[in-house]
Every structure is written in C-alpha cells, then in structure tokens.
C-alpha cells in the first residue's frame, strides 16, 4: 500500500502537538532554571533536569502511540505508522530546535540575564569542536548538530512507529 503524505500529515497533528506542547515546557523549565540565581537555582535545576530525563520515556510511548493511532484511526500499515511518527519527531525536534536558537541567541546577545543557556546541540557540539564553539560559531554549530539529531531520530522514531503499528496488527 502507498504511503499518502496528506494521510500521514493528518495522523501526525495530535502527536506532534502534544510533543511541542511537552518541549516547550520543559524549554521553559530549563530556562526558569537559568535564570533563577540563589538558593532556590539548585532546586529548579534538579527539577529541570528530572522532568528532562523523564520525557525520553514518555517520547517514546507517544511514538509508539502515534504508530499504533496511525493503523488503527488511519488505516496505515507500518510503512505509514513509520512515517507518522518521524515526521512527529521532525516537527517536534525542528519546532524545538528554533526556540532553542532563539534563546541562545538572546544569551549571547546579553538580552536575557543569567549566564547562559545550554541547549542538549550545544553541548553535543561542545563536545565534538571543543574551543571553536563558542558564542555564535557555537550556535551556529549546535544547529548543525541539531539538523544531525533530527535526521537520526526520524530514522528512529520510524522503526519505533512502525513496531506500533505491528502491534496493532498482531492484534487483529
């Protein structure tokens, strides 16, 4: 069966507004973290990162779902389901990606107080250019790793929709 992209579009929209509305929240939890100065920071940090670190479970169940919602709702077969979810992670990831920019750029640009913002890119990039990137050459580089982590998790995230969508099937 052909994958209709008008279809998958469809299927995606609820998914993908559930996970921008959960990136978003957590962008602002980081932030509020970064900026918050005294005795109550390290307690916003700790919160921050634990709300972080339980969003990668509750990502994957919502793939997982999509798959599953994509080929029961939509009539999609794992090709379909597959693809819905990746492109929920794209968008998710891309919306995300930008906000994440956004804010580093007002860091940089001493907009915002706080010493900065460190996006999950930057320290990937950190990392892997080390000295070279900092300031804009360093947002400039988390993009590019972003772009990177985005193109990996689809490919993902399109094994993980379609396992959803097999257990639908099984089902039947």
Do not use: H
């Not at 978003?24 to 919160?47: D, F, M, R, W, Y």
């Amino acid at each position: 069966m052909a994958v209709n992209l008008k279809t998958v579009l469809k299927a995606s929209l609820l998914i993908t507004a559930i996970g921008v509305a959960l990136a978003i929240s957590a962008i602002i939890l980081k932030l509020v973290a970064t900026l918050v100065t005294g005795s109550e920071a390290a307690t916003v940090s700790l919160i921050s990162t634990t709300y972080s670190f339980f969003l990668w479970p509750v990502f994957f169940i919502l793939y997982l779902w999509a798959g599953m919602r994509a080929t029961r709702k939509f009539r999609l077969d794992a090709v379909g389901a597959g693809a819905t979810s990746a492109v929920s992670f794209m968008l998710i990831s891309f919306t995300r990606l930008l906000l994440e920019i956004v804010l580093s750029l007002l860091f940089v640009s001493r907009v915002l107080g706080g010493t900065s913002y460190i996006s999950d890119e930057s320290v990937i990039a950190a990392n892997i250019f080390g000295e070279t990137a900092t300031k804009g050459m360093g947002i400039l580089l988390a993009a590019l790793c972003g772009v990177g982590v985005i193109l990996v998790g689809g490919l993902v995230n399109f094994v993980i929709g379609g396992l959803g969508s097999i257990i639908v099937q099984r089902r039947r």
